[in-house]
């Protein structure tokens, strides 16, 4: 309720790490208020009427270049250069076919039912998810490992299994 005092996410990072997943998405009013709680190091609770002091700190993920959306007007410059501190640019996973077999085994681990055995990719069905570039990229891989789940019952996904999740 509204008579409660509760800590937002911001508040509850102190001392630790808030993780700003898809930054770039964030309308420019929120994009406002991001930048003026990460300068001033202060933020208003939701109908509070002081100041609190944070100290965190702040790792942003997003898919899209934010040069570009500052030149474009869409991404404050200032919360850009205050966020861009250190850029790590992770390929996508089309540029990084290697990575699919272990990343999707781990999905499969992931979602795999309690009491279930992990099924293992055989080789060919390793190579199929590899010959595909993953334009939904991690999400769209991670989905498939689930979709895989529900087509292979026994403990091993062979080809028929991935042609069937990808329709073909």
Do not use: W
Not at 70 to 90: M, P, Q
Not at 108 to 133: C, I, N, Q, W
Not at 146 to 168: K, M, N, S, Y
Request: charged share 30%; glycine share 8%.
């Amino acid at each position: 309720g509204a008579n409660k005092i509760k800590k937002g996410l911001l508040e509850m990072a102190e001392g630790g790490t808030v993780f700003l997943d898809e930054v770039g998405e964030l309308p420019l009013s929120m994009q406002v208020k991001l930048l003026r709680v990460l300068q001033e190091r202060t933020l208003l609770r939701v109908g509070g009427t002081q100041e609190i002091a944070v100290d965190f700190r702040v790792l942003a993920a997003t898919n899209k270049d934010l040069k570009r959306e500052v030149e474009a007007g869409t991404f404050r410059s200032d919360l850009f250069y205050r966020l861009d501190v250190l850029t790590i640019n992770v390929p996508s996973l089309a540029e990084r076919k290697e990575d699919i077999p272990l990343l999707a085994q781990h999905f499969l681990a992931k979602h795999v039912r309690l009491g279930r055995m992990v099924p293992r990719l055989s080789p060919e069905a390793e190579r199929r998810l590899t010959f595909y570039d993953y334009p939904g990229n991690i999400r769209e891989l991670e989905n498939i490992a689930q979709r895989l789940l529900i087509t292979c019952e026994g403990d091993l996904i062979e080809p028929q299994h991935v042609a069937l999740v990808f329709g073909d």
